[in-house]
């Protein structure tokens, strides 16, 4: 049987070339050698206060701004301790938020803590203050805070610390470990899905090795440009650069080794079967990733900085797993040989060569033939269903209730109800009102004139 042209094979040509591999494997040891150390040093180029940053534009960002340059200690995170007891507070109730307010003096902004205030049913009691000190120090009081309030009280009273000092820190302990969680449930996905679908015990290992690899060399590269060309990065970004190198890579990885199987029953020489693999699934490959890497630069046009950072983290995230497994990877795999599929080794088969793959595919098969005969009717179709699956985006609801950001209550959640029962709404966060102090007067009068103001 005759062999068609494009299967012939092409030797010498990176990566598929019997001394070339060599040269792509020692490159790749530079590469991560370099990449390694730089990608390990990610996360202190994190700049996490940008998660909860607004645009630049928006009102309550340029309130934000004319506060800290008027009044000192205005971003300053505040801790907000409630006391309750169903019934009412007890005298023994009232010596304990006492001490403990003469305590927090220590840690408060001007050395002072506001008198407690009650609740309209006599049944709570509640410290707000703003904390002294930068980022560290503020965290440190809020833990020492934290446990003040939980000690020494009497039988029956209910106590809670809430404020955005101690949504920060549970958001803060909520992210500590998760980028070695993420790895570790990503890795131990793949390797499931690569043994289930390969059936050996040695495969998944390559492809396993090659999109860590790629994971690496994406850290590094974020890392130089968050280091030196600004490249906003924080735990979000980091955490979903993770997933999306595995996710992307596997996917690649799965296209090309399943091509790189069926020429090694059509090619006697595995570097022959691999450059006919390469040149038939690398267009398919180099699509996805150009798809997926614009789609993601698409981001760039938010208007929150840590949803506009994650655009170009994930775009150089998908064009390291690209790169590691179009060259990387097909080294690997040419290095090993076939005893890497055992126990289901596709031997060489003469009666092979010139066997229509079409033919062991006959579903997608046509499904190629009818897209190659009506192409223009295919990406027509294709953009009406997307377009009618975007339709529900006009309603789409974004954010969630600071409740339902975490999967167990922690604490500051648990102070949220607990002010929540006793005190009118925003309590423990009332709104902020900015304005020149000529205006005051007429201000608070228009405020009060709102209905819901309490």
Not at 128 to 149: C, W, Y
């Amino acid at each position: 049987m005759t062999r068609s042209i494009d299967d012939r094979p092409r030797r010498g040509g990176l990566p598929a070339g019997r001394r070339t591999k060599f040269l792509l494997l020692a490159l790749w040891l530079v590469l991560v050698a370099v990449a390694a150390p730089l990608g390990a040093k990610l996360t202190e180029v994190q700049d996490n206060e940008a998660l909860g940053a607004l645009p630049a534009g928006a009102e309550a960002a340029r309130a934000v701004e004319r506060a800290s340059a008027a009044f000192a200690g205005s971003d300053a995170l505040v801790a907000v301790a409630v006391y309750a007891r169903p019934g009412g507070l007890t005298d023994a109730d009232r010596a304990k938020v006492e001490a403990d307010r003469a305590a927090f003096a220590g840690f408060a902004l001007d050395g002072g803590v506001p008198p407690a205030v009650p609740s309209p049913d006599g049944a709570a009691l509640l410290l707000s203050f703003p904390l002294a000190g930068d980022n560290e120090r503020q965290s440190d009081a809020t833990t020492k805070i934290k446990e003040r309030v939980a000690a020494g009280n009497p039988a029956g009273l209910s106590t809670g610390l809430t404020g955005s000092a101690v949504g920060f820190t549970d958001v803060m302990e909520a992210f500590e470990g998760l980028d070695v969680t993420l790895l570790l449930v990503t890795g131990g996905v793949v390797v499931l899905l690569l043994l289930l679908i390969y059936r050996s015990p040695t495969l998944w290992l390559v492809p396993l090795l090659a999109v860590v690899v790629a994971s690496q060399l994406a850290s590094a590269g974020i890392y130089l440009l968050a280091r030196y060309a600004d490249l906003p990065v924080d735990l979000q970004s980091q955490s979903i650069l993770t997933v999306l190198v595995f996710g992307v890579g596997i996917d690649y990885a799965l296209l090309l080794i399943a091509r790189y199987r069926e020429e090694l029953r059509r090619h006697r020489d595995r570097h022959d079967a691999m450059a006919v693999a390469l040149r038939q699934s690398y267009p398919a490959i180099l699509a996805s990733a150009a798809t997926v890497g614009l789609g993601l630069l698409c981001l760039l046009a938010a208007d929150m900085p840590a949803t506009r950072g994650l655009g170009p983290v994930a775009a150089l995230g998908v064009l390291a797993a690209l790169a590691a497994m179009t060259t990387l990877l097909p080294a690997l795999l040419l290095l090993c040989g076939r005893w890497l599929f055992w126990p289901f080794v596709p031997r060489y088969a003469p009666d092979a060569v010139g066997h229509d793959v079409a033919a062991d595919h006959r579903g997608w098969a046509r499904v190629a033939r009818l897209v190659g005969r009506r192409p223009r009717a295919a990406w027509l179709g294709t953009v009406a269903a997307l377009g009618a699956l975007m339709l529900g985006m006009g309603g789409l609801s974004l954010g969630l209730p600071a409740e339902d950001n975490f999967t167990t209550e922690v604490g500051s959640i648990t102070g949220q109800r607990i002010v929540a029962r006793h005190y009118p709404g925003g309590a423990s966060a009332p709104a902020e009102i900015l304005a020149a102090a000529g205006a005051a007067d007429a201000v608070v009068a228009a405020a009060r004139g709102v209905p819901g103001v309490a």
